[in-house]
């Protein structure tokens, strides 16, 4: 498989790469001059360097691919600073890689987006799906909701038909961040590892980036025809005390999991239509994985 794929350098854009840098994959990654883009060319990507704002860097990035996944985005944490730019780099940027994959003749076009594009729902206790209304209340979930309509519309215009949108819905995305600190249930495994009581309340829904990747390759390599529109993607629900007793069964500690803390609230998402497309989640297994990934980061 020829894989295009932007953001390869972020924090679960990693992940993405090393599922798409097998021995049968051809990965492109368009990078920044100043990305930690090492493990790529390690593992035998193709880097292009270049950014949203250069129509010729993403005019080289699809040409002879299969698939695009559009994983990019130009950080800016607070995108009134530069509204115009922000504007540019985001969303012209993904509309122009999305106009030059038909150009090229591609039919996969998967754009990453969030589960941010819900906005405040109706009924926060009941599972979001693809069919839930979206109310983006914020710039970031508002280009997310807006590049997902044009997917849509490239799919029913131009037969893009293995195009699509993959919302990321989970409570938590689950993997070793590049800023290590920000790493899902971080806390919980330090304290694994010292030996310390746990204290946890309510519940959870992770979603390990392994998962995400594993998921993604799937759905590039469906038949077109049964590519749906929109995807959520996102493990079951778990009582937090659960993934604690996961992590400390994984590292073999002695801590006690106490549930007596206040419990964090969250919207579920179902996770129906990509299980029925074939896709699976590694629920307490991941996070017994994750916690010896990250284990190890902590060293």
Request: net charge negative; proline share 4%; glycine share 12%.
């Amino acid at each position: 498989m020829r894989i295009a794929l932007t953001g390869g350098t972020g924090f679960i854009g990693r992940y993405i790469a090393r599922e798409f840098m097998k021995p049968t994959d051809m990965l492109r990654a368009m990078v920044r001059p100043t990305s930690d883009s090492g493990f790529l060319k390690e593992g035998g990507a193709e880097l292009l360097v270049g950014d949203f704002g250069d129509d010729d860097s993403l005019r080289r990035l699809v040409d002879g691919m299969d698939v695009v996944i559009h994983n990019g985005y130009w950080h800016d944490r607070n995108e009134l600073k530069a509204p115009m730019r922000w504007l540019e780099l985001n969303v012209l940027g993904s509309l122009k890689l999305l106009e030059f994959s038909r150009l090229a003749g591609l039919k996969r076009y998967v754009f990453i987006s969030t589960g941010a594009v819900y906005g405040r729902v109706a009924e926060p206790d009941k599972p979001r799906d693809e069919l839930t209304g979206t109310f983006p209340g914020g710039g970031y979930a508002a280009y997310n909701r807006a590049v997902e309509v044009y997917v849509t519309a490239y799919r029913n215009n131009f037969d893009m038909t293995g195009s699509t949108s993959v919302r990321l819905c989970g409570g938590r995305n689950v993997g070793v961040h590049p800023k290590l600190e920000r790493s899902a249930y971080i806390d919980i495994v330090r304290a694994a590892l010292e030996g310390r009581d746990i204290h946890v309340g309510g519940q959870d829904q992770p979603d390990w980036c392994v998962d995400i990747a594993r998921n993604l390759r799937l759905l590039a390599g469906l038949p077109l025809d049964e590519v749906e529109d929109v995807y959520c993607f996102c493990d079951d629900v778990f009582p937090v005390r659960e993934i604690a007793e996961a992590i400390v069964r994984a590292l073999g500690s002695r801590s006690k999991v106490i549930e007596d803390a206040d419990a964090r609230h969250f919207t579920p998402s179902a996770n129906a239509r990509v299980k029925a497309a074939g896709g699976t989640f590694s629920g307490l297994k991941g996070i017994e994985s994750y916690a010896h990934e990250l284990a190890e980061a902590l060293g």
